[in-house]
């Protein structure tokens, strides 16, 4: 089982991560030497879900409606995470078994347990059953749309009425069907804009009667399929929702993402300003051996744990008002018409299957979840240059960078925009960063979030500018701040 204590000899070199070790757990085959041979001086301190009042930072809670983990196995692990939303699968299939009986005993102590610990629940409300779809193959009827009849279109609203008045005052937020615009989720017939529409506008009035006030989630698109949004907008689909989520899985996350998001934020503007943007599902697999998507390429659970920050850090740049990881743990079983024979079972977790142990990617999520709550914010208090003189596998011009704002302090990041497959080696770089009017910078520590390690680091002061000599550049996002900015639990005061 990998722990923090595992990576605080400090920052590591990505190319030494080569993935897990068979009975061992370890997340690298080996270590290369740290950045800097003199230790941290602490690391992140952990906050968890009760401590935070607020945050944009959650967790997938998917397939219980087709039981492929134990919820109770995870509740003590992401107590301590620091997430607070939680992406709950209500499953048509399981709540009612037997026509006009619902049963939610099983979604009552998801939804309880989770409200325990600090972590609200927000319900996906979907897929088929297998009653009303009888030509379903799978008993769970996934990605089945209750269309094909009067009597399954009636049952459907049956059961979320049912839904919405059992979870009055629990749940508010409910999220209408899951990536409508794909095949394998929309079935049997084509995926339609007008289908989609008109489905969203007989389930939203539902809701609205049973749980007034409630806050409507539509789309939970796959990718980002332009048209086809641009389509359900003309259909009306503006007017029946509050939110709109996307799933937005691509091995480079950076790549058109902003543009992407830009786009559909005008798009939505232009139909109803009010509605605002999720990014509802994402993230990527810890081993080659999983299904899904991006399961084409050899992953690891290191490359993970780096992917996982450059996704989150990208996604609370754009200031997404809700940003959630795909998944909370691995799941048994999960197969899909058209996967890989020989891949089954999904390996995006922040915990392990079977066992429940905490991965790499774990870690990362939570030194974020510690640092990026509702106190931090995406501002342009600062601004960042970079000189590279030895850099050999991109151009400055390539370094992403964001910065936030905590306490007064700023937030800054940078990072190489690469293939996280290739383990990039570290680079060497001088990091500039100019303050603006009402950011302050006294002393400045570097947070490598892949640890939660915090290093002292010294650089040269004029004015509101501090040049910082000899920092290291990876393939994800490392964090210059003020040390006041962040709870830190002390190990040392070492210079580096």
Not at 355 to 367: E, F, R
Request: aromatic letters at 12%.
């Amino acid at each position: 089982m990998i722990t923090r204590r595992f990576f605080s000899s400090g920052l590591l070199s990505a190319a030494g991560c080569a993935g897990a070790l068979g009975q061992s757990r370890l997340a690298c085959a080996e270590t290369a030497a740290p950045f800097w041979a003199r230790p941290a001086i602490g690391k992140v301190k952990p906050r968890s879900g009760l401590e935070i009042e607020a945050s944009p930072l959650g967790v997938g809670f998917e397939t219980l409606d087709r039981k492929m983990f134990l919820p109770e196995r995870t509740f003590n692990a992401l107590a301590k995470l620091g997430v607070k939303w939680a992406r709950v699968q209500t499953g048509w299939c399981r709540c009612e078994a037997v026509k006009g009986t619902y049963d939610f005993a099983w979604l009552d102590e998801v939804v309880d347990g989770l409200s325990k610990i600090g972590v609200r629940p927000w319900f996906n409300v979907g897929y088929g059953n297998k009653l009303y779809t009888p030509d379903a193959p799978e008993a769970t009827a996934v990605g089945w749309i209750p269309e094909n009849s009067g009597e399954a279109r009636q049952a459907w609203l049956a059961f979320v009425r049912e839904l919405a008045r059992h979870y009055r005052g629990r749940v508010s937020h409910f999220e209408l069907w899951n990536e409508p615009n794909e095949m394998p989720f929309w079935r049997p017939g084509k995926p339609t804009p007008e289908g989609y529409v008109a489905f969203i506008r007989r389930t939203a009035e539902v809701l609205r009667v049973e749980s007034p006030g409630c806050v409507i989630d539509g789309g939970a698109f796959g990718g980002f399929p332009t048209e086809f949004f641009k389509a359900c907008l003309e259909q009306g689909l503006a007017r029946h929702v509050d939110r709109i989520s996307y799933h937005p899985y691509a091995l480079i996350p950076e790549q058109n993402y902003e543009k992407c998001v830009q786009a559909w934020r005008d798009l939505l503007a232009a139909a109803n300003p009010k509605v605002a943007l999720w990014q509802g599902e994402n993230g990527c697999p810890s081993t080659a051996t999983s299904t899904g998507a991006l399961s084409e390429h050899p992953w690891t659970e290191a490359r993970q744990a780096r992917w996982l920050l450059r996704r989150v850090i990208n996604d609370l740049r754009l200031k997404l008002e809700l940003v959630s990881w795909y998944h909370a743990c691995d799941q048994v079983g999960y197969r899909l018409v058209g996967y890989p024979e020989g891949k089954s079972g999904a390996y995006y977790g922040l915990m392990r299957m079977g066992d429940y142990t905490l991965k790499p990617s774990y870690y990362a999520y939570q030194t974020l979840c510690a640092l990026f709550d509702a106190q931090t914010q995406a501002n342009s208090c600062a601004s960042l240059a970079f000189c590279a003189k030895d850099l050999t596998v991109a151009k400055e011009a390539q370094i992403e960078q964001a910065v936030f704002v905590r306490k007064g302090a700023p937030v800054c990041a940078w990072w190489l925009p690469l293939n996280v497959m290739n383990d990039t080696p570290a680079q060497r770089v001088d990091v500039t960063v100019t303050l603006k009017e009402g950011a302050a910078l006294s002393a400045p520590v570097l947070v490598d979030p892949l640890s939660g390690s915090v290093f002292k680091t010294e650089g040269s002061r004029e004015g509101g500018r501090w040049v910082f000599a000899g920092l290291p550049l990876t393939d994800y996002p490392l964090l210059i701040t003020d040390e006041g900015a962040a709870e830190i639990d002390q190990i040392g005061r070492a210079h580096v």
